[in-house]
C-alpha cells in the first residue's frame, strides 16, 4: 500500500484530508495523523495571527505531518457598476429579513501574496506541506519554501495546470475532479475543463513525473483503492470529514449532509464555481436574465452577510453548506471510527 509519496512524508494510509477553510480544525486534522494519514488545514481565509495559531496548536496535538492550504485567486478590483447590480438584485432577499442591502461591498479575505506575513509564519512554523488552490504564489514565495526545503502543492483541475505546477517545483499536484465539493480550483475559474475525478487522473498519469493525490467525490476505501490503482499516490477526502464531530461545521450544515442527496456547481454564492447543496434561495437567485454577480470574493461577503442575517430570524436554508457528489453515501461518524473505517476497507479492497 506504500508509495514514494507516504514514504516521503513518513505516514501509512495514501487517506489525505481536504484542507477545507472554515471546516478543518487542529482537531480534525490531529486526529487524521494519528490514524495514520495526512491531516490538513484549511487557512485560505485566516489572516497571519490565525493561521499561525492553528499551525502551533496541531503541532502540539500531533508531532507527525500535516498540510497547511492557502489561497492564490487572481486577485480583481472591485467593479462599482457590477457591485451596485448585485447588489440590488439581492436587496429584496435581504428585505425578506427588515433589513437593507449593504452598500458596500469589500473582499472577506486576502490572496496569499497580498498578505506576505503568511510565508513568515510557514517559514517560522515549518510545516511538513503547503498546499495552494486557485494558482501558485509568487515565483519568489516559491523560491523561498524551496530554500526551506518546505515542499508545496496546488490543485489542479487540467493537465495544462498540472505540467505548469511540475515546472514551477511543485512536488506533488492534487488532481481534483469536478465532483468536488467546494471551490473548483481551476487557476482561471472561466477555463472550466470538466472533468471528472477518474477522467482528470487518466489524463496526468501519462505525463508527470511528480505524485498526484486524487480528489473529488471519494467517500470509502473501495475509492480511494480505485484511484491508486489507476496511478494515484494517495487521494484525499474533503465531504465525508464534514460530518466528524471535530470538524468546525455548524448543526444547521450537518443536519443538511444527512438528509442532502444531491449537490450542484453555481457561481452565484460566492462569485466563483463551487459545488455545494444550493438551497432555496440560491435557486431563485440564479436565474437566467440575473445581472453578473460582483465576481470573488466580494460576492462571496455579501452571501455571507444574508446568510448571517438569516440566520438570526432563525432560517438556517440560507447557510452556504459546500459538498461533493458523495455526499448521498456519508459516514455520520467521529474523525477516529471514519479513518478506521476507511483503512478497513481500503485493506479488504487491496487484497
Keep these: ?7 516521503q512524508l513518513g505516514i501509512r494510509y495514501p487517506i489525505f484530508l481536504a484542507p477545507m477553510a472554515g471546516i478543518t480544525t487542529p482537531e480534525l ?10 491531516g490538513a488545514l484549511g487557512l485560505g481565509a485566516s489572516d497571519a495571527f490565525h493561521a499561525e495559531a492553528a499551525i502551533n496548536a496541531t503541532q502540539r496535538l500531533t508531532s507527525k505531518p500535516f498540510q497547511v492550504n492557502f489561497f492564490c485567486h487572481r486577485v480583481v478590483p472591485l467593479d462599482p457598476q457590477k457591485s451596485q447590480a448585485w447588489r440590488e438584485y439581492l436587496a429584496p432577499f435581504f ?3 427588515q433589513q437593507p442591502v449593504p452598500t458596500t461591498l469589500s473582499a472577506p479575505y486576502r490572496a496569499f501574496d497580498e498578505n506576505p506575513a503568511l510565508l513568515e509564519v510557514i517559514l517560522a512554523t515549518r510545516p511538513a506541506v503547503v498546499s495552494f488552490h486557485f494558482g501558485l504564489p509568487s515565483t519568489a514565495t516559491l523560491r523561498a519554501l524551496r530554500q526551506a526545503k518546505i515542499p508545496y502543492w496546488v490543485s489542479v483541475t487540467r493537465l495544462s495546470e498540472a505540467r505548469y505546477a511540475e515546472e514551477q517545483g511543485c512536488s506533488a499536484v492534487i488532481a481534483q ?6 471551490h473548483r480550483a481551476t487557476f482561471d475559474p472561466l477555463c472550466e475543463a470538466g472533468l471528472g ?6 489524463q496526468l498519469t501519462p505525463h508527470l513525473k511528480i505524485p498526484i493525490i486524487s480528489a473529488g467525490g ?3 476505501g473501495q475509492q480511494i483503492e480505485a484511484c491508486l490503482t489507476q496511478g494515484a499516490s494517495a487521494a484525499q477526502l474533503g465531504t465525508a470529514f464534514i460530518p466528524c464531530r471535530e470538524s468546525a461545521a455548524s448543526e444547521a450544515v450537518r443536519q443538511r449532509l444527512r438528509v442532502a442527496k444531491e449537490t450542484q456547481i453555481t457561481d452565484v454564492i460566492s462569485g466563483r464555481p463551487a459545488r455545494g447543496i444550493v438551497g432555496p434561495w440560491q435557486q431563485d437567485v440564479d436565474h437566467p436574465r440575473r445581472p453578473e454577480h460582483a465576481g470573488y470574493p466580494y460576492s462571496y461577503a455579501l452571501a455571507k452577510q444574508l446568510a448571517k442575517l438569516a440566520s438570526q430570524h432563525g432560517n438556517v436554508e440560507y447557510e452556504v453548506c459546500w459538498a461533493g457528489s458523495g455526499v448521498a453515501h456519508l459516514r455520520h461518524l467521529d474523525a477516529g471510527p471514519l479513518m478506521t473505517q476507511l483503512i478497513a476497507e481500503l485493506t479488504a479492497s487491496a487484497n
Design 177 to 182: 475532479g469536478i465532483e468536488a465539493g467546494g
Design 197 to 202: 475525478t477518474t477522467e482528470l487522473l487518466g
Design 29 to 38: 486534522a490531529s486526529l487524521v495523523c494519528e490514524a495514520g494519514g495526512l
Design 95 to 97: 428585505a425578506r429579513f
Design 1 to 7: 500500500m506504500s508509495t514514494p509519496l507516504l514514504t
Design 218 to 220: 471519494i467517500v470509502n
